[in-house]
């Protein structure tokens, strides 16, 4: 059995505000303790923000087929398969 451990500061959540406060408190001086059900990061790094800019910076790539073309480049798009892109996104992930 552990013993109870006294805290100055404890943060329930390690998104990008709580590891970045509790950081922030530890340099201060403060014995922080940070609390978090699920992964560090939060949604942001593990399902929002990081995989969807992932997937914009695919389709991004994808119109560029275009400006390829425009340069005379022929290009055959049959060939997209969105089941990699998932994966490419999954793979961005913090897991």
Known sequence: MSTPSTYDLVIIGAGPGGYVGAIRASQ???????????????????????????????????????????????VNPDGFDYGIVQKNREASRSD
């Open 28 to 74: 201060l001086g403060l014995k922080t303790c940070v609390v978090e059900k699920d992964k560090c990061g939060g949604v942001c790094l593990n399902w929002g923000c990081i995989p969807s800019k992932n997937l914009i910076h695919q389709a991004q790539t994808f119109a560029e087929i275009k400006a390829l073309e425009d340069m005379g480049v022929e």
